[in-house]
């Protein structure tokens, strides 16, 4: 199996993050998980990618050519793509993909963890898409989209796609048994 992990490309401000963003990286490796990721070698992503590797499994980097060029890329993974831009990126890590986890980041993480969860809505993919809701970083989050839901912007089902865990273990074993929605639009 591989996953990819859509983070921040900083550590935030709490030490949580980073810790959690450890545990999940031995977590996967230990299981024989390989994780396909941003490339970058700086904040949660960096942390994810050296845990991995650290614990003998294997990361797949995805980077443009621009963040290569300004030296952020990780050249300690197993392999490094590089890219032309980011739309590049996004369809190479989803085409790479089994699973989409999101640890906590900014605006870039969430429009790759959207964009991925929108193209399973409309029945380009169904792969799992989850957040691993680090104390309880996507709360308001998720608060948002059961708004969205109840508003009639969005069907129930689509909510339902998503996982959101803040334990480990399930966070896993749903990625596993994930079902995907039976309506299909292509």
């Known amino acids: 199996m591989k996953v990819a992990v859509y983070c921040g490309s900083s550590s935030g401000e709490c030490s949580m993050y980073v810790e959690e963003t450890k545990a999940l990286g031995k977590f996967l490796a230990q299981n024989n998980i390989d994780v396909v990721y941003g490339g970058g070698k700086v904040g ?3 942390i994810i990618a050296d845990t991995i ?3 003998g499994g294997n990361v797949y980097g995805v980077i443009p050519e621009k963040l290569k060029e300004k030296e952020l890329a990780h050249t300690g993974i197993t392999e490094l793509t590089i890219v032309k831009d980011m739309h590049e ?9 089994d699973a989409f986890i999101t640890l906590p980041g900014g605006a870039g993480t969430l429009e790759e963890i959207f964009e991925a969860w929108t193209w399973a809505q409309l029945g380009y993919h169904n792969k799992p898409c989850a957040f691993y809701n680090i104390g309880g970083f996507y709360d ?3 608060n948002m989209i059961e708004k ?7 069907k129930e ?5 998503l996982i959101n865990t803040s334990d480990l273990r399930n966070l896993i074993d749903s ?3 994930y079902k995907a929605p039976n309506e299909k639009w292509n």
């Open 175 to 177: 990625i596993k048994n």
């Open 140 to 142: 308001d989050l998720f």
């Open 44 to 46: 949660l992503m960096g």
């Open 157 to 161: 089902e689509y909510l339902d796609m």
């Open 89 to 97: 990126r996004k369809a190479k890590m989803a085409e790479m993909a």
């Open 53 to 55: 590797m650290l614990n």
């Open 148 to 154: 969205m839901t109840k508003t009639g912007f969005l």
